[in-house]
């Protein structure tokens, strides 16, 4: 294949596996990245009170090939096997350390808001809402894009087939707390079992203690950090709610979870997820218009029994990466 100008937009797994291959393979590949770091929903929250994983805290895989990718993580020391959960694996360091380190040496523009995607002659021209970094042509061979299904049918007007596959896709929110508190917890264990889950009503699908991850430093003040995930249908009732309401409620759900009354926080942050996984991926591993160059991969494409949206991105990328080189 001869080298093309290749656009990925969006720099979470999906993007990074499809340019790192792209790029391994020598085309000339642009990452394009509306948020300041990479990572999409594979992110961290630093905070005065430590750092959170709110997004994905951890991964399974399931499918060989992502298997041997997650080992030869592991051999490089990015990854290890979850200390609570061993069939699971963990980043050692903040979950947004891995797609920090799969970002080295990829050509990154970042914070960029893609607009538009729009077809000009021969190529591609990105149109976008903050100013491109200096000296960076907007103009493209090939486009791929890598954001949440419901998000990408705007970029992907040019084909109405691809806009409509990615429509069809249908993601749940979720609204996450980080917390911090001055003390130790009443609580063993590093995670809210089911039984302490429905007491609270239905609330919260998952809570987890966030302060005994790999690399944790301790921080003065700081006796213990938790991440409460609300249910996506208690999310999805609440996507307008006031952050300030979000925290108090899923903090009363926690308690409530506990039959305990819990200290005053030191810190507490919100953040909503609008897309923050599909129970119903697609069955086809990508879309690719193979005479229009433009294609879209990420978490809702490539169902695989058992796989988690981590897999799931990283093999749809990898897999839109070889058919774009395929093309020759
Ligand atoms: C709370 C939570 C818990 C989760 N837990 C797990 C778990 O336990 N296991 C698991 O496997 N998965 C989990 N996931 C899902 C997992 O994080 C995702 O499936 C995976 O990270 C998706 O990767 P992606 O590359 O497809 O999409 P994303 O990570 O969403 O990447 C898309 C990127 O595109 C960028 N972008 C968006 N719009 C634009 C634009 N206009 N211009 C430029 N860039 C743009 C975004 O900022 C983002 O960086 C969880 C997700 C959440 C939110």
Known sequence: MTRQRIAVIGAGLAGLACARRLQDAGQAVTVFEQQPVPGGRCASHASPAGVFDHGANGFGAV??????????????????????????????GPMQSLPERLAQGCTLALPVDVAAVEREQAHWRLRT????????DPCFDAVVVTLPAERAVTLLAADPALAAAAREVKSEPCWTAMVAW??????????????ALAAAGGVLSAAWRD?????????????????????????????????????????DAFATALSAKLARPVYSATHLWRHAWTGAPRAEPYGWNDELHLGVCG???????????????????????????AQG
């Open 63 to 92: 499918g060989a090939t992502f298997c041997a990718q997650v080992r030869a993580w592991a051999e490089q020391g990015w990854v290890g096997a979850d200390p609570q959960t061993p069939e699971r694996w963990v980043t050692t």
């Open 299 to 325: 978490d809702a494409w490539h169902a695989l029994d058992g796989a988690e949206g981590v897999e799931r991105a990283w093999l749809s990328g990898s897999a839109l990466a070889e058919a774009v080189l």
């Open 211 to 251: 302060d005994d991850r790999p690399a944790r430093a301790p921080v003065s003040g700081v006796g213990a950090r938790w991440v409460l995930q609300a249910s996506p249908y208690w999310s999805a009732n609440n996507l307008d709610a006031r952050p300030a309401d979000v925290a108090r409620r899923l903090l």
């Open 182 to 195: 001055p003390g130790p917890l009443p609580l063993r264990t590093a995670r809210l079992d089911p039984a």
């Open 129 to 136: 809402h903050n100013p491109l970094p200096l000296g960076l």
